[in-house]
């Protein structure tokens, strides 16, 4: 079965620290998809990476950047120079392509606290 | 382009009563699937429908219940209301390709209350 292992459950760092958010995950599928979401208190998921597991490219946008090793089964993220507005709860997520369908399973989620 | 709506965003409601959220997805998107959020189970898959389907379903009892319009707008219903169903109910969209993973949009979510 699918999992999604968020071990850091909270963090809390200073102001233009860098932050790894740290994400590992189960599945037998070959072919499956990982997620982060970002979840500001309005509650809202916001999307901000889908990465197949066919292309282990590491991505970065902005100040934001991923690290994916299948080896490892890890999808980690980094956000550099952190700020305050980056303060939330960041999901984690798996979809399997042998299911069809659309269907999320989520890590426990880790609250980052950036201080000024 | 509106991103995934859903109404009512917050709600009280008493034990034995019964509740319908609605959700309209991103236009295009004929995919909508429905999240529960609580801070002890976390972010739990409730059911997923495409083309007024219900595609997938989660592990919630019979309580739970959905359903899609033919404009892909979706509600879903809790009956006989009880406690432990206070939870923010979120809402997703995606639009189909084959073969290709899809991006799953969220809506803001409705926050349900049970007294």
């Known amino acids: 079965a699918q999992k999604v292992t968020q071990a850091q459950t909270e963090i809390s760092v200073v102001e233009k620290e860098d932050v790894t958010l740290d994400c590992v995950y189960e599945?037998?599928?070959?072919?499956?998809?990982l997620f982060w979401y970002k979840q500001p208190p309005s509650g809202e998921l916001v999307f901000l990476i889908r990465r197949n597991s066919f292309d282990e490219q590491n991505e970065i946008s902005g100040r934001y950047s991923w690290n994916f090793q299948k080896s490892t089964s890890s999808f980690n993220f980094t956000i550099t120079a952190s700020q305050v507005v980056d303060s939330a709860v960041y999901f984690c997520a798996l979809s399997e392509a042998r299911r069809a369908g659309n269907m999320l399973t989520f890590g426990g989620g880790t609250r980052l606290m950036v201080k000024p | 382009k509106a991103g995934v709506t859903q109404t009512p965003r917050y709600l009280i409601k008493t034990r034995g009563q019964q509740v319908t959220l609605s959700c309209s997805p991103i236009?295009?998107?004929?995919?909508v699937s429905w999240y529960q959020q609580t801070p002890g189970q976390g972010l739990q898959f409730l059911f997923e429908y495409f083309s007024e389907t219900q595609r997938n379903k989660g592990n919630f009892p019979g309580r739970f219940s959905g359903r899609q319009f033919s404009n892909s707008r979706s509600e879903m219903n809790v009956s006989t209301l009880e406690l432990g169903d206070s939870a923010l109910y979120l809402c997703?969209?995606?639009?189909?390709?084959?073969?290709?993973?899809?991006?799953?949009?969220f809506g803001e979510g409705s926050w349900l209350t049970v007294v």
């Open positions: 599945t037998r599928d070959t072919t499956y998809y």
């Open positions: 236009s295009g998107h004929r995919s």
């Open positions: 997703a969209s995606s639009l189909e390709v084959a073969n290709s993973g899809n991006t799953i949009y």
